[in-house]
């Protein structure tokens, strides 16, 4: 087993935490501040990385990405989650789930999502369907040669930027022995088509500047060409594609808690208390060795899962493993780094703080941690038939 990174690898991850510091971190605090992304500032970041030939580096040669494996994009992922989500969000990764377009959809939204011409959004929960996907209301029926759809999605990140939408719907029931079971489409929805309003979500404490938003459908009429994948097929496409998220929010948590972990060894290493550093009060020093241990196993984990991805190894276990323990141990590292600075972690003097909340909710999207634990019981226990 080789654990170290190759010569290229090395340079991805020098060049895009280069990216993230020059680029990325000069502009957190007034985001924070303002909770908002100006326009001209974000395109600026998508052109630089456009330049950098880094766009849509999650996707195939074959489509015009940059072709990396999944251990290099999640390489990627880990030194973006050092930065702003409200800003790395222009770095352009399109999701993955867009490789499912038909050849007439790849000249509308797939290749102008990977040029950069394009932004998309995932649009799948609702306030009554959050972990329970198939408790979803926004539904689907046919009328004539197309689809009439009527409901509503929140919680949708990156909506406010998004070209059109990846949408999950409900487009019929079947009858089963455990009761009603929705069947799911998945539709693409550009903005702007009548009956489809985008409208500005909650005020969240976690990521700020990273909105969310809410979708409604009042009678949105969209002809078959729309549907992607087939139809009644979401669960397919969303099985086949939305892997990626999950090891996004592993890698992603890697990358912040070891930002937020270089502020506790320095300010350790500096801070002064009855006449010494407190890095020297086995109090604080043993709290620096638990946090870079759980760091390195979760950036391990995190790793093999992607590795296994790329060698065509069966994976759902390990990367929710992955996404579990990358979370927890970023809310730990968190809250131990805001413990070692005492009341300045919670002042806005220092970032500490914004860590501290913006790590809440990686423990909630893109599958909780709850959801993560039953992806890994079930796995270990159904072929003993438990």
Request: glycine share 10%.
């Amino acid at each position: 087993m080789h654990f170290g990174l190759s010569e290229e690898q090395e340079m991805i991850v020098s060049t895009v935490r280069s990216f993230v510091e020059k680029e990325i971190y000069p502009h957190e605090a007034e985001v924070e501040r303002t909770g908002q992304v100006p326009h001209e500032l974000g395109e600026e970041i998508k052109q630089k990385v456009i330049d950098l030939g880094f766009y849509a580096c999650n996707f195939p040669e074959s489509v015009g990405g940059a072709g990396l494996s999944h251990v290099d994009f999640t390489l990627v992922e880990r030194e973006l989650g050092r930065g702003s989500m409200a800003l790395t969000h222009f770095f352009g990764r399109p999701q993955n789930i867009l490789m499912a377009c038909n050849d007439e959809q790849r000249e509308r939204y797939l290749l102008p999502a990977v040029r950069g011409e394009r932004m998309d959004a995932l649009a799948m929960t609702e306030p009554d369907a959050g972990s329970d996907v198939r408790g979803m209301k926004c539904s689907a029926v046919r009328d004539g040669g197309d689809w009439v759809i009527n409901g509503s999605k929140h919680f949708i990140s990156g909506a406010e930027h998004a070209d059109f939408f990846i949408v999950f719907i409900a487009t019929g029931v079947d009858e089963t022995l455990k009761g009603p079971k929705k069947r799911i489409t998945t539709f693409l929805v550009d903005r702007g088509t009548p009956g489809f309003e985008v409208r500005d979500g909650y005020n969240s404490v976690s990521h700020k500047g990273y909105k969310n938003c809410i979708l409604y459908f009042d009678n949105c009429r969209l002809p078959d060409a729309q549907v992607l994948g087939e139809v009644d097929g979401g669960f397919a496409v969303m099985n086949e594609w939305l892997y990626a998220t999950r090891i996004t929010v592993a890698a992603f948590s890697v990358g912040r808690a070891r930002r937020c972990f270089d502020y506790a060894l320095n300010y350790a290493a500096e801070r002064k208390q009855f006449g010494q550093q407190i890095g020297k009060f086995q109090g604080v020093s043993f709290q620096i060795a638990d946090m870079i241990t759980e760091i390195d196993a979760a950036d391990l984990l995190t790793l093999s899962a992607a590795w296994r991805l790329d060698q065509g190894l069966p994976a759902n276990r390990e990367i929710a493993s992955a996404k579990l323990y990358a979370s927890e141990a970023l809310a730990r590292v968190t809250d131990t780094t805001l413990q070692i600075f005492g009341g300045m972690g919670l002042m806005d003097d220092f970032p500490i703080e914004r860590f501290w909340r913006d790590a809440r909710v990686e423990r909630i999207w893109d599958g909780t941690s709850e959801i993560q634990r039953h992806i890994i019981s079930r796995d270990l226990l159904r072929p003993l038939g438990a």
